[in-house]
């Protein structure tokens, strides 16, 4: 401590005389200008690098701020630590050249090297406020009233669509469905369901469809009476299929007669009602009237000539009446054509043999 104390009053000394005082503070000068540029240069330097490195961390975590503290030397010290170290090397030389003492150069850069550590250290940043969590509300749902305005609005440009008209289902027609009902509910095994919902309709119309599918089905079960019931002449005067009906059922309950006087009472053309004629000519064969019943199977005979059985039908009634050689021809076309039974076939075949004979 005794050479430093030594040092400062020698360094005083010599400051006090004009020429080293120039000298020294020549020197003073120079050396302060020259480590002001170098403190100059590592401040931007820092603070480039500090720049960055905030740039840096604020893009890589969003938003948030990482606050970046940075720490200086103080000048005044390390400068302090220099000049001491020089005073004490310069003290075991010469007095005479030995460099002025450090403290007094420290003395007077001090506000310069305050103004420097200000600059190098970078204000702190202010306590920022927490963040505050903000709940985002929740979604609306989406708004649909312009979409019906839309719809309506194209809906109105439209033309209005007519209103569509109910058709009134005409008698004929609710027969037709009703009749397909009763024979389903035949087929099921419910005749007196069945003839009740016929009874049901035949109450506010004739029914005839109706009538017809419910009448048929009882002669299959061998129930004229039944069939008859729904068959009154009345109804089936108009009507050739319930004539027709009623005729079999009177034939089933042995009343020939009256079959042949119902299926007569009006003749419908071969071609409207085939089935018709055949029963007629087959009735009129019955009774003994071959010449009508032969008409009636030429007249069959003449709307389709491929059938064997009519021909036969034409050959029994010629030969009831008498004419052997047309009968012979009936019978010689009957056994060339197809769709014979086996028993019908050989009573063709034997007609044949003995009218040939004879």
């Known amino acids: 401590m005794s050479l430093l104390n030594d040092a400062l009053r020698a360094a005083e000394q010599r400051q006090n005389r004009p020429e080293v005082a120039a000298a020294y503070a020549g020197q003073s000068q120079s050396r302060r200008g020259s480590r002001y540029g170098s403190w100059v240069v590592i401040v931007f330097l820092v603070a480039g690098a500090v720049g960055a490195s905030a740039f840096w961390l604020m893009t890589r975590t969003g938003n948030e701020d990482i606050p ?49 550590a200000e600059a190098v250290e970078p204000q702190k940043p202010e306590p920022e406020p927490e963040p505050v969590r903000v709940e985002a509300p929740e979604p609306e749902p989406a708004v649909t009233t312009p979409v019906v305005a839309e719809a309506e609005t194209a809906q109105e440009s439209e033309a209005p669509t007519p209103p569509i008209k109910q058709v009134r289902e005409t008698p004929e027609a609710i027969d037709r469905r009703v009749s397909r009902e009763l024979a389903s509910l035949l087929r099921s095994g419910e005749p007196r369901q069945a003839e009740q919902m016929l009874q049901e309709l035949a109450n506010v119309q004739v029914a005839t469809a109706s009538r017809e599918v419910f009448a048929r089905q009882m002669l299959v079960q061998e129930m004229p009476d039944r069939a008859l019931a729904w068959l009154p002449e009345s109804v089936t005067s108009g009507d050739a299929a319930l004539r027709l009906l009623r005729a079999r059922a009177l034939h089933a309950k042995g009343s020939l007669p009256e079959a042949l006087a119902t299926l007569e009472s009006s003749v419908p053309a071969v071609r409207q009602a085939v089935e018709y004629r055949v029963t007629l000519a087959t009735l009129l064969q019955q009774a003994g009237r071959t010449t009508d019943a032969a008409r009636h199977w030429s007249a069959l005979i003449a709307e389709d000539d491929s059938r064997a059985a009519w021909w036969v039908g034409l050959a029994i009634a010629l030969e009831t009446g008498g004419e052997t050689n047309s009968a012979v021809r009936a019978y010689s076309q009957a056994a060339q054509l197809p769709g014979l039974s086996p028993s019908l076939a050989n009573y063709v075949r034997e007609r044949l043999k003995a009218l040939q004979a004879g």
Do not use: I, K
């Not at 503290?69 to 000048?75: D, E, G, K, L």
């Not at 010290?77 to 030995?98: H, I, P, R, Y």
């Open 68 to 116: 970046v503290h940075v720490s200086a030397p103080p000048a005044q010290e390390a400068g302090t630590e220099l000049q001491l170290e020089s005073v004490a090397e310069n003290d075991n030389t010469a007095e005479a050249s030995q460099p002025a003492p450090e403290p007094q150069v420290v003395v007077q850069s001090e506000p310069e090297a305050r103004e420097v």
